[in-house]
């Protein structure tokens, strides 16, 4: 293993644990990394400065990607963007609690949606439920893609020759 690799690994690491916690920029943390384990291996533009640039451009997709999947869930099942906002601010409050990040969202859009939007009850759960199935389902899009993208720079930064261990 190469120090770029070891960098990129731990920064990795880093990204898809924090993939399932709402404030992490785990996708950042990902393309950072990226970026110093490639000036760490020494930057050759003609070779690294596509992968940068198009790794860069995979990141606001990804990014976009959470935010719209979230959006998409809450306005498929009649939700409002206080139940989005009740979601994520109920994922943040889930982080200390056991299964929190699966009834944070939930309980965060349901209150949002009884208290503040005044739904009926019916009403709120289905926006509740649906806002709740965007937000988990933007994380498992976002950890895939995390996934691949970190396996391909670990393939890429692979290199057995220069291995310091």
């Known amino acids: 293993m190469t120090w770029p690799f ?3 690994f731990i920064s990795w690491i880093v990204c898809l644990l924090g993939t399932f916690v709402p404030v992490v920029p785990a996708t950042l943390i990902l393309f950072l990394g990226s ?3 490639t000036f760490i291996g ?3 533009a003609g070779r690294d400065l596509p992968f940068l640039l198009t ?5 606001l ?3 976009l990607i959470d935010n719209f999947a979230s959006a ?3 306005r498929r099942f009649g939700g409002s963007k206080q139940a989005g906002w009740g979601a994520l601010i109920g994922g943040l409050v889930g982080i200390f609690i056991p299964f929190g990040l699966l009834v944070g969202p939930l309980a965060g859009a349901l209150v949002a949606e009884l208290v503040v939007v005044r739904r009926p009850w019916r ?3 289905k926006s509740a439920w649906g806002t709740t199935l965007g937000v988990l389902g933007g994380v498992v899009a976002k950890f895939t893609l995390h996934l691949l993208v970190g ?3 670990l393939w890429r930064l692979w290199n057995p020759a220069q291995s310091i261990l």
């Open 72 to 74: 998409w869930g809450a």
């Open 61 to 63: 997709l990804i990014s």
């Open 123 to 125: 009403e709120a759960l």
């Open 151 to 153: 396996l391909y720079e």
């Open 55 to 59: 790794l860069g451009a995979v990141t």
């Open 42 to 44: 020494g930057f050759e």
């Open 35 to 37: 970026v110093a384990a």
């Open 6 to 8: 070891i960098v990129f």
